[in-house]
């Protein structure tokens, strides 16, 4: 038996203003037939799970195409219509096959495209068949009916941060040769809630995601439930795909058992707040012991599409004359001149360009360490195995720490990063983390606590903020009318 591997993914933060272009997937991961099986194997990738189970299940991977960027801004149309050219003129090509396991993110915006991830099952179920289609969705996926549609299963991720991306490409290939062998398709329903949250707000081990993903945990447990998923969504892209889902296949009554838990969520949907601190406020925390603290730049979350180059919590540190932290600045500019720049010792302004809503720059001084091209390979729990480039890196040790300058965005989902420029968050005093949750897979382990900044950024807590132009209405938070609110919940509890 032989399962076609393929996928494109990124999460699209369409109020950030840069595009995403081919050069972003090519800079970060951009696989293509025999190379796509021998680059993802062993990783704790969808992908690299879906591989190990292919392997323990005697079927044949095959790689086609998998494309994924960094998050950032709407996906540019022709990269996206090229790799999915490729994708589908290779799934046509290949030796027959008996099934897809396609990783995709769920909350990708490609301009021109308005739901690109059932364009991409459409695409491939039209040039191969009613073979079965399994896919896996990041916990951040914007579903929309279409793709719940046009797959035979969806597998999105029960974990925030994401540490379970290879048992769910394990579970889709396996509910895929089971497919396969059996010629059974399950019954399938999604539910499509008006209700809009932020990661921050997300997190898997606390209330309310933690009572949801048990109760979601308790339907997959039921032998006849094929895949159950609770996926909150993403609020930083503008489509009509906008907010909470929640998903089940299973041999019978998946409408029922998705309504009741769709219910559920409805219940609990005040509790998706979390409380932020003002910098100051969080620089004043990081001074105290125990240490380190983490100090969480929620708004600047570069695996949520932001920059990675905001500077509030710098000048806060400095006002508060805090010193031992440690944090990673994007500033290709700054890393150049810090390289051309001869001495030991140098003065630079660091962070603040890509907007004026990130900055103003922080005046950085002091002893320079310079790096030419860094790469590391993951070694934790977060897409272990994968190795990742940075570019040039330039530490200046300033005042408030150190300060790790990169030439390449760097997300906070492991701290090899840190380690790869000789960099110790163990013994920092304070760590600005540039993600909402994520980055607990890196520091939690050693972390003292976390305190949660409101900074400027492409990714605030406050949605009201946003200024969206095109969304779903009415979506609570952002409206609020008993009366509609009564008939959503009355809705849901009706099976
Ligand atoms: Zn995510």
Redesign the pocket.
Known sequence: MRIGLGGIWQ?TNTFAPRPTTLDDFRRYQLFEGADLVAGLAGTGTELGGAIAAAREHRVQPVGLLFGAALPAGTVDRGAFEGMLRTLVERARAAPPLDGLVLSLHGAMVVDGHPDPEAETVAALRAVLGELPIGVTL???ANVGPALARAADVLCG?RS?P?VDMAERGAEALELVVRMARSGARPDRHLVKLPLLTVPHAQEDAVAPMRHLLAATDALRADPDVWAASALPG?AYAETDRLGFAVYVAARARAAERARELAALVWARRAEFAAPLVGPDQAAAAAIAAPHPVVLVDVADNV?GGSPGDGTALLHALARARATGAVAVIWDPAAVARAHEAAGASLALPVGGHSDPLMGPPYPAAGPVRRYGEVSYLRTGSYMRGQRVRMGRVAVVEDRIGELVLTERRVVPFDDDHLAAVDVRPRSARAIVAKGAI?WKAAFAGYAARAVYARTPGYCPAAVDQLGYRSRPEPLYPLERDPRWEAEVAAALAAT
């Open positions: 999460e990041d916990y951040h991720y925030y994401h993403f695996g994520a």
